[in-house]
């Protein structure tokens, strides 16, 4: 009696070993499995429904939610139906986390979309780095997100803290003085935007008197307005967000010191202001789209919205639901043009890719920088519109800046995973 | 001598701001004190009275019907203090519901009361922001309590120094009715030995139903008061539940007075650290609570437990 191994058991083992390694491993993850052309599309979104960011959170999740129902007005994409699904990040990086971890492992989306907060966007991205999943940030602002947080699958869609800064410091210093007193929010976004707003505030010849941290979750100003109000800063540069800025602008209001120093806030998100009038649009800040731009696609792109979204509060979309509209919309074309969802044919359909401006519905073309990965857009600098043109016109623009002359030296420090570093993702 | 000067604003803003945190803890404590219950949904029924005064104050507040017209076409004024008084007692009548909700959980496990309160807290947070949605309000205030004042070439704001003036009037009214009038005794009779009240003849569920009342509506004016200085959102109930868990923590479980004084010293500390150290701001409170109960754990005016006599 022979024992042993067959010629027909080896040839079974080898097939079966090798069908193995290709779904499994060996010894990275590689999950790819046959693309089914019934199968839908499922894309995770990650935006928040709770924290600092609730409100904005819901208002990118319209945008994307708006982008994916018209690419499936349109047939879909690859001739298959785009489907998502929602999760609240809690505007936690924690919670980030672990919802990427359960959509990416349980749920097998074929990308991520979303984030406000910087570090919960930091926290999805590394764990979509580690299974290789395509994440498009919407519209988290640090700096780092494009620095030394860049990853091969991430792409950060928003203008950063530093873009806004570089384009409104040397304005400022002309024109209100070179003594800054700096208001920064008590978290990665905060910390990099003044730094970046203290470094190009050096170059220009300008002193920051003092950087005052604000924890996330300050409600109370009236101990720092009256700092403020005793140091006697030319510029007060502000990094603070969400419902802390909210809580921030309320109170200054009150006090009417808006009119009695000169602000510059960054960015201003749609969300954080609207509804408060157009007086809480006070100082300068950055925004890197608005609604009553004088260019074409902008004003049937609001009527588009106001239809999907009869209900909402926000009743014109502005920065916060347009990022997460375009971002969501050119996933969807690069996927397209890859032919497939093969993750790293997607990767390199984006890197270096023109966006036009017209398409975008801004002034200039933007790029998605490929050794970044962050969209270089154009960035808009606005006041206080003086004379509205109905209850939604906030925002005066006062000035276009193009995208390269914004652009920053930091994303120098962004060293992105090697094609072969990062796990291979299909669905 | 300069230091001295640029302090004193600071100090003055410290006492206010204590107030207004004495004003949030005042329900909390008071529920506390006599039904040994912690209502972690006091947070949220801050917010619910916020989102009440809305609703009274402006057409914004979702109620928009054209036979209201008359109604949002009269001053601020009668229609600020109708909300003041009508938001509270509409309050009032949801902590009687979660009361009455709370009633299986007595005399057992604390747990089940603090769990039941916890859920109410997301259920009422979750209905503000289906109702009302995400986005944040803002409650118009009378004109001569808005805006600012210069004074020794700083400006403070009214609003302010009118909300520690309301915080002192309800600190002071609440005092009034609990040391002065038969039912306040028999609500600090209740709270030292409710077993007795019974016997004495005094229906004790409804006491209990009387007291929830009560702090939850004072709860609602805290929100309504601090609704122009930290806005409405649905999540504003979590920025007064937990100073003021510290607040009572820190005075003393049940002690009135240590509420508020426990209240001023946390305002002084946020204050004083928000000026000269700010990122330690938020968590000055706890350090503070953390220096107390160390060397008291029973905080500042609390009862002396049977172990400490």
Known sequence: MKTGITRRKLIQGTALTAGAAAVFGPWKFNRVYAAATDKPILIGLTHDASGQFANSGQAEKRGTIMAIEEANAAGGVLGRKVEYIWADTETTPATGSRVAERFITRDNVAFMVGAIQSGTANAISQVCQKYGV??????????????????????????????????????????????????????????????????????????????????????????????????KPDVVATAVGGDDYKALRQQVQDLKLDTKMAWLSNQLDWPDIYGAGSEAAFGVFGATWYHYLDLPGVADFVKRYQTRWPDTRIDVPGNVTYNGYVAMRELLRAVEDAGSTNNISVI??????????ADRMQHHDAVIDPNSHHVQQTIYLATRQDKPRDDTDYFKIVNVMAPETVRIASESECHLESYADTPTYEM | MDFLFNLLPHLVNGIALGLLFALIALGFMLIIGVMEVINLAHGSLFALGAYMALVIVTPEGGLDAPFLEPWFGIGIIPRYIAALVIAPVIVGVFGMGLELCLRRTYG????????????????????????????????????GIRGGF????????????????????????????????????????????????????????????????????????AGIIMAPIWGIRPQVGVDAVVPAFVIIVLGGIGSFWGAVIAGLMVGMIVGLTAAYYSDWSLLSMYLLLLAVVTFRARGLMGKVSVLER
Not at chain 1, 181 to 191: R, S
């Open chain 2, 150 to 221: 210069i004074f020794a070439d700083l400006i403070w704001s009214y609003y302010r120094f009118f909300a520690a003036a309301f915080s002192i009037v309800m600190i002071g009214a609440l005092w009034c009715f609990i040391e002065k009038t038969p039912y306040g005794a028999i609500i600090k009779a209740g709270a030292h030995d409710n077993e007795m009240v019974r016997a004495l003849g005094i229906n004790l569920p409804k006491l209990r139903l009387f007291v929830f009342a009560i702090g939850t509506a004072l709860a609602a004016i």
């Open chain 1, 134 to 231: 395509v994440y498009f940030n919407t519209n988290s602002s640090s700096p780092t997100e494009s620095a030394k947080n860049c990853h091969r699958v991430k792409f950060v869609w928003d203008g950063s803290g530093a873009n806004f800064a570089k384009a409104a410091a040397a304005g400022a210093v002309d024109k209100f003085g070179k003594n800054w007193i700096l208001l920064t929010n008590d978290y990665v976004w905060g910390h990099n935007t003044s730094k970046a707003t203290a470094e190009i505030l050096g170059k220009l010849g300008g002193t920051v008197m003092e950087n005052i941290l604000v924890p996330v979750g300050t409600r109370d100003y009236s101990s720092i307005l009256l700092k403020l109000q005793q140091a």
């Open chain 1, 348 to 357: 390199k359909q984006l890197e270096g890719r023109v966006m036009k401006a």
């Open chain 2, 108 to 143: 057992k496990d604390p747990l089940y009361g603090l769990l039941l309160t916890f859920g109410a807290a997301l259920v009422i947070e979750e209905g503000i922001r289906i109702i009302w949605g995400h986005g944040e309000y803002v409650l118009p205030v009378p004109k």
